[in-house]
C-alpha cells in the first residue's frame, strides 16, 4: 500500500487536513481553496483505498470559497494512522515524516509536493 499516491496524500493531509482519531470519532478532513485538490484526495482515496467521501461541501469567507471534503470511516482513518500521519491539533504534537516515506526519493518527493 505504500505508494506515490499515498506519500501524497499524507503530505496533502498534513498539510490541509485534519484526522480525529479518538475512541468514539474517527474522521478524516481536507480543506482547500482549490476544487482541483479536493477532487485529486477524492480520487486518489478512491483508487487507492475504495472508499467514498462521506461529505463536500463549500464555505465563503472572506469573499474566497473553501472547499471540504470528509471521511468518516474508521478502517481508513486507522490506516492514515499507522502510515504515519499526524492526528489531533497539529500544532500541539510533535510529528515527523514517515521513515517509509523518507527512505524513498519518489515518494518523499510526492509527499512535498
Known amino acids: 500500500m505504500n505508494n506515490q ?4 496524500l499524507i503530505g496533502l493531509l498534513t498539510g490541509d487536513g ?25 480520487q486518489l482515496i478512491l483508487k487507492n483505498f475504495q472508499i467514498r ?9 472572506d469573499n474566497h470559497t473553501r472547499y471540504k471534503l470528509f471521511y468518516c470511516n474508521k478502517n481508513l482513518t486507522e490506516k492514515f494512522v ?3 500521519c499526524p ?8 510529528f515527523s515524516i514517515p521513515p517509509w516515506i523518507t527512505a524513498h526519493k519518489l515518494f518523499l518527493k ?3 509536493q
Open 5 to 8: 499516491d499515498v506519500a501524497l
Open 18 to 42: 485534519h484526522i480525529q482519531h479518538k475512541e468514539h470519532r474517527k474522521i478524516i478532513s481536507f480543506h482547500s481553496k482549490e476544487i482541483e485538490t479536493i477532487t485529486l484526495v477524492e
Open 53 to 61: 467521501k462521506t461529505n463536500c461541501y463549500t464555505d465563503n469567507r
Open 82 to 84: 499507522s502510515l504515519g
Open 87 to 94: 492526528f489531533g491539533n497539529k500544532t500541539n504534537v510533535s
Open 110 to 112: 510526492r509527499y512535498l
